[in-house]
């Protein structure tokens, strides 16, 4: 899927399926087919295949070629199949627009295009949505291991405290991370 949004009075603004991309700020690449990585890469922008994402040594996650910034990280999220699961993301940043690259859905993905014009930063450019959207990861990553955090003293008292913790703490915990 390709979802690509533009500017509209500080609001992220989603732009009809099969309009011309080539005015939007972000353009978001979920699981996407040849043709939607094409029409990326007549913009100018080299797309990564899920292979090159899963491969890419952690030296170079972060690297520029021609003027672009190209990040990958690996978050977690929602398989295709609605399992829980860990995967890469790789952000391209260049002068005029954000492209993401994912194959599974972290929840900022589906938060942030909604909040982006309450983020301190707006959405007035590609560099104010990735950092607008990648505070949005950070807050969900903190949430998720205070959550962790949480259940994990709730097993240690049950443990060494002499407390009954319910369930399998090994769910407790798995659940906790999503």
Known sequence: MLYAYRDHDGRLQRME??????GALWIDLYAPQEAQVAAV????????????????????????????????????????????MAGPV????????LVTVRHHAPRPFETFPDRAD????????????FLGLTDEIVARLADLLEGAGAELDAAARGVFGGETVDGDPRLIIAAAVL
């Open 17 to 22: 399926a099969g309009a011309e991309i080539a």
């Open 41 to 84: 890469a007549a913009l100018g922008l080299e797309v990564p295949t899920l292979q090159d994402m899963e491969e890419i040594e952690i030296s170079s996650r972060l690297y520029r070629q021609g003027g672009v910034d190209y990040m990958t990280v690996v978050l977690p999220g929602m398989s295709t199949g609605h399992a829980p």
């Open 90 to 97: 790789t952000f391209i940043l260049s002068e005029t627009r």
């Open 118 to 129: 309450r983020s301190a930063l707006g959405a007035g450019s590609a560099e104010r949505i």
